[in-house]
């Protein structure tokens, strides 16, 4: 860029010096206060705490909250989401920030787009609400690894949420970055950010006594000066009070109220009471049962929460989708892995959008995983199998999401076994002969002649985000042995399926559908759209388990073992005319791919 510069003339800067200390003279005769907007004037003490009541300034204030999260919600549908919950009579709304999805590389941050946390929050306050944020750096939230990012366990003796070097100083480069953009959001600067929550549920944690206080002076340190709180399940509620931070609850019965606000009663003394999360509902888990709670017990519940005096946050409000890879898993007795919808809010009153059910289609071109290697980057070569994590790929921050591919050669039949985190599909050569995964830890290799590809397809089925998250390394973890002896040798695919991933694939690489396909294997489809677009459910029936992508969106997972049957497809990420629909398929394909105006079990969008 051209610099364009003027000489400097004495006089010119004798006249600058003149006209600031005329300035500053005239100023100081002023009225400072009369400079200040009326309405910032009234913005002093904020949310605040007097007796067993919130004060906002000198008004007694209830806190009736929603959860929307607005990572979980394409961003045209924002304004919708907020209308609806401030039709309902709410006047908060309380939002998680995933530090995954705002810095997915080190040092590398993204706010744009559906990530826009200060669209958001202005957007709130255009609405009418107030905003309790929720900013970690752990969630939970259902989303993978907490929200933490999956880089930091390139460390092998890294201990989340502690105050471990590696750690704390991550935490402090991103909270210099998201601070720098709330800070200006909070009640007292004019916005409408009225409390922030100091991490989450931290007393079921509770591995380092010096870790919340060290992230209270993170938030302080860097201008949070509105109401903070903490939010914790009768699990936890013991060991995660902090002093000097208000204390908040979470729940589903009215079993846990009497028992966590008597405890709040005896811990904090007379202090107002917040269940900071009242579960509306319960996520589902592959293979599981769908999880309904009745909306009469629903309505019990918040009954006697504000009969007792206490104010609500509904969590969630509303849901939203785990798009793409990002939802979580448990893993307390047995590894579970969410689905794709995410939560089951209470109906509203004001009219649902239009949905519609689209044509059925038939993808009419095919790649198999084995032909689409070629046009992939160069794979990793390794004597030992390398973790997702720690993969050399996306400028050295490991792989986050997807799936990774091992390859290496055998000579003999006999015992495969290892450690695969989450699913490993074993193939010889390029046919399926089973899974690895948590209950499988072995599998026969049949009789072969002489070298033979070994490949096992390892899929990341989403990070723990409660409980022991230390381990959620994912892929080959260590060797894998056949009869006992370690594999060397393996090429290694990072297989994250991002836009970039799928750009690779030039229009001559597709074919026809053949009769018989070979999988794992990508089909690609036209979704034509004639009027203005409209949401949609996809209906998967006859296929096993893949990931769908429209436009380069990745909807997310599908998988026959249900609770879900079908995926939100919002009609923001439709284009009028012709759409690009791409299925990876593991084990076999349907012949059709369907829609329908209305979601199937799952829990699906019921505010859309």
């Known amino acids: 860029m051209t610099t364009w510069s003027v000489p400097r003339r004495p006089c010119r800067a004798f006249g600058l ?10 100023l ?30 000198d008004s007694t204030f209830w806190i009736f909250g929603g959860s929307v999260h607005y990572f979980r919600v394409p961003r045209a549908y924002w304004k919708d989401r907020l209308l609806k919950m401030k039709a309902c009579g709410l006047n908060t709304l309380t939002t998680y920030v995933p530090w995954n999805l705002h810095e997915p590389q080190r040092g590398t941050f993204d706010f744009s787009g559906n990530l826009d946390l200060e669209a958001f929050v202005l957007l709130a306050a255009e609405t009418g609400l107030w905003v309790i944020l929720r900013p970690g750096p752990y969630i939970c939230s259902e989303i993978d690894l907490g929200g933490l990012p999956s880089w930091l366990l390139q460390d092998s003796g890294m201990r989340l949420r502690t105050t471990y070097k590696g750690f704390i100083e991550a935490v402090d480069l991103y909270f210099d970055h998201l601070m ?20 989450n549920e931290y007393g079921s944690y509770n591995r380092d006594p010096a870790y919340m206080p060290r992230i209270r ?14 939010s914790d399940n009768k699990d936890g509620l013991r060991s995660g009070v902090l002093d000097g931070v208000l204390a908040t609850i979470n729940l589903q019965s009215l079993h846990d109220l009497q028992l966590l606000t008597t405890f709040l009663l005896n811990v904090q003394g ?6 900071m999360e009242y579960w509306t509902g319960w996520f589902d888990s592959w293979g599981g049962p769908h999880n309904i709670l009745d909306s009469s017990e629903v309505l019990k519940t918040v009954s006697a929460i504000i009969d007792a005096g206490s104010s609500i946050n509904l969590y969630m409000f509303h849901g939203g989708t785990n798009f793409g890879f990002i939802n979580g898993a448990m893993h307390f007795d047995e590894y579970k892995s969410d689905v794709t919808s995410y939560g089951s809010p209470l109906p509203p009153p004001p009219a649902l959008l239009p949905k519609t059910a689209y044509e059925s ?9 084995w032909d689409a290697l070629q046009y992939l980057d160069k794979p990793t070569n390794s004597e030992k199998p390398i973790n997702m994590e720690n993969l050399p790929v996306n400028n050295g921050n490991g792989q986050s999401f997807g799936y990774t591919l091992y390859e290496t050669t055998i000579d003999s039949p006999g015992v495969l076994s290892g450690i695969v985190r989450d699913r490993g599909q074993v193939f010889v ?86 009769e018989a396909p070979v999988y794992p294997a990508f089909f690609l489809g036209a979704l034509p759209v004639a009027l203005s677009p409209l949401d949609t459910f996809m209906k998967l029936e006859g296929w096993q388990k893949g990931v769908v992508f429209i436009n380069g969106q990745n909807l997310g997972r599908y998988w026959n073992i249900g609770p879900q049957e079908t995926l939100y497809l919002p009609g923001a990420w439709l284009d009028q005319g012709i759409n690009q629909v791409i299925v990876f398929e593991e084990k076999m394909a349907g012949p059709m791919l369907q829609f329908s105006d209305a979601p199937r079990l799952g829990r699906s969008q019921y505010l859309n």
């Open 17 to 26: 010096l003149l006209l600031v200390i005329l300035g500053f003279l005239v």
């Open 217 to 230: 002076r993170a938030l302080e340190d860097r201008g949070i000066v509105e109401l903070l709180l903490t």
């Open 429 to 514: 050569n390029t046919v399926s002969i089973g899974f690895l995964d948590y209950k499988r830890k072995k599998i026969i290799i049949p009789l072969i002649q002489g070298y033979t590809m070994l490949r096992i397809l390892v899929e990341n089925c989403g990070r723990v985000n409660y409980g022991n998250i230390d381990d959620q390394r994912k892929g080959l973890i260590g060797n894998i042995y056949l009869n006992n002896s370690p594999l060397k040798n393996f090429r290694i695919y990072s297989l994250d399926m991002t836009r970039s991933f799928f750009q690779r694939f030039t229009s001559s690489a597709w074919s026809l559908v053949p």
């Open 270 to 275: 007379v202090q107002p009471k917040m269940v």
């Open 180 to 199: 720098s953009r709330v800070v200006p959001l909070q009640y007292k600067h004019g916005g409408p950010i009225i409390a922030v929550q100091v991490e």
């Open 361 to 369: 289609l038939r993808p009419a071109l095919y790649l198999s995983l």
């Open 28 to 57: 100081r005769r002023l009225d400072w206060r009369g400079l200040i907007s009326p309405w910032l004037r009234q913005r002093q003490s904020g949310l605040h705490t007097k007796d067993q009541n919130f004060m906002l300034e």
